[in-house]
């Protein structure tokens, strides 16, 4: 717990010193060295258990990590990711006219590998997996605790899309808890924020983000009871405690 507190004050520290000193630095060595950074902090948090990002730990070890299983990742994805934008399109089409945006193919295809391989992956290694290890008796403790710290992550962005961010955070966070593999985790953070930053337009009116924020956060707080709810029995038993 408190070294996923240190390890996150240094990863803020970091953000905040280079936006508030580094001037006429690109925005992709900006993102190359706040997320290496992230990913290095993560490895550093997960130590030996990082080998269990891409494999299922052993039955000696699962009562100090998340297990996951492909099977369950399987389900439970495709499935999360239905709801996550199945709902803010319904959203959108009730209030305003959700719209595609006109794509460039090199431009998705850039966008892709920086928020799959980048920005999804780094960010989920060390909010989910790294600080969800760090309360390895209380994962729901660690799922407020590492998505409050999503929230102030991403307040750079404004108030409300730091809420949307730590909203969505929960349901990563939870869909990890109930047994997907955090790479799948990953890949569905990367998609969501490509879905919603480069291919699609929800619509909104001028006013309108504060009453989708609420809306979004409401219905993540559902989605993620829901995955909460399905976790394994076994998990179940060592992470309520």
């Known amino acids: 717990m408190g070294l996923f507190c240190l390890a996150f004050l240094v990863l803020l520290t970091l953000t905040q010193v280079m936006r508030q000193t580094v ?3 690109p925005p992709i060595v900006f993102m ?3 997320y290496m950074t992230c990913t290095a902090l993560a490895v550093v948090l997960l130590r030996s258990k990082a080998a269990y990002v ?6 000696s070890e699962q009562s100090e990590v998340l297990d996951w299983s492909w099977s369950r990742t399987l389900r439970l994805v495709p499935v999360t990711a239905v709801m996550l934008w199945g709902l803010p399109l319904a959203y959108g089409a009730y209030v305003g006219a959700p719209t595609l945006r006109t794509l460039d193919p090199n431009i998705l295809l850039y966008a892709l590998v920086i928020q799959v391989m ?15 290890k760090g309360w390895a008796h209380q994962s729901l403790t660690g799922l407020a605790i590492t998505s409050l710290a999503f929230f102030v992550f991403h307040l750079h962005l404004g108030l409300w899309q730091a809420l949307i ?8 966070g939870s869909l990890r808890i109930a047994g997907a593999g955090i790479l799948a985790v990953a890949l569905l953070h990367g998609l969501t924020n490509v879905i919603f930053s480069r291919v699609l337009t929800l619509g909104l009116p001028e006013d309108g983000l504060p009453a989708y924020t609420l ?8 989605l993620s009871l829901g995955l909460l709810w ?3 029995h076994t998990t179940q038993q060592s992470w309520s405690q």
């Open 32 to 34: 190359l060295i706040v």
């Open 118 to 132: 980048l920005v999804g992956l780094s960010e989920e290694l060390f909010f989910r997996e790294a600080g969800l």
């Open 165 to 172: 961010a730590s909203s969505a955070g929960l349901v990563y």
């Open 215 to 222: 809306f979004f956060a409401c219905a993540a707080a559902v």
């Open 23 to 25: 001037t006429g630095l």
């Open 54 to 59: 891409f494999g299922r730990p052993p039955v």
């Open 230 to 232: 399905a976790r394994p």
